[in-house]
C-alpha cells in the first residue's frame, strides 16, 4: 500500500531512514511524508514544472562543498551500515543545493550516482533522461576531493559574562 501511494524509493528510503538496520523499529507512518518531500525537491533541482533545466555551466564552490561533503558521508556510512545517517546527509545536500539554486550537470550526476543505491528508480529516470542510454549502476561512484571540504572562513563566537553576543569571522589561514 504503502509503495502504491508514495513510491517504492520512498518505501525503501524511508525504511533506512528509521533507524540502524540491527535495531527494531516500531512501524510509523508520520515520517514518510518527508522522506517523499525530499524525493520530490530533488526532482525539482532537475525539472521546473515539465521542463527539464539542466545547465552545463561550471560548479560553484559551495555547490562543490555540498556534494563533496555528502560523497564523504555516504562513502563512510554505507561501509558502516550506517544508512539513517546518509538519508540525513542527503537531505541537508538536496536543501543546501537547492538554495544555491544549482542545476548544474557535473554537480547532479554525482549527486545522482551516490543517490542511486537508496532510491534506485528515481535516480534511473533521471539518469536517462540526462542522456545516459547505460544503467546509473554503471556508473562510477565518485571519489570525493578533500580540497573542496576544507573552510575559507571560521566564525568565532564572542560571549560576555556567559552570553553569546555576536560571531566574528575570521580567514582561516589567519594566525
Known sequence: DVAEKYGAD???????????????????MNGIDGVHRFLRKMWSLFYKEEDLIITNNEPTKEELKSLHKLIKKVS???????????????????????????????????????????????????WYTLGHPESIFDAEWPSYNESYLVEDVISYTISFNGKARFSIEFAADAT
Open 10 to 28: 520512498t518505501l525503501r528510503m524511508y525504511e533506512m531512514f528509521l533507524g540502524p538496520l540491527e535495531q527494531s523499529k516500531p512501524w510509523d
Open 76 to 126: 563512510t556510512d554505507v561501509e558502516s551500515f550506517s544508512f539513517n545517517t546518509s538519508i540525513a546527509a542527503f537531505m541537508i545536500c538536496v536543501n543546501e543545493l537547492t538554495s544555491l539554486k544549482c542545476n548544474k550537470r557535473a554537480i547532479l550526476e554525482e549527486l545522482l550516482v551516490v543517490l542511486a543505491p537508496f532510491a534506485p528508480f528515481v535516480t534511473e529516470e533521471l
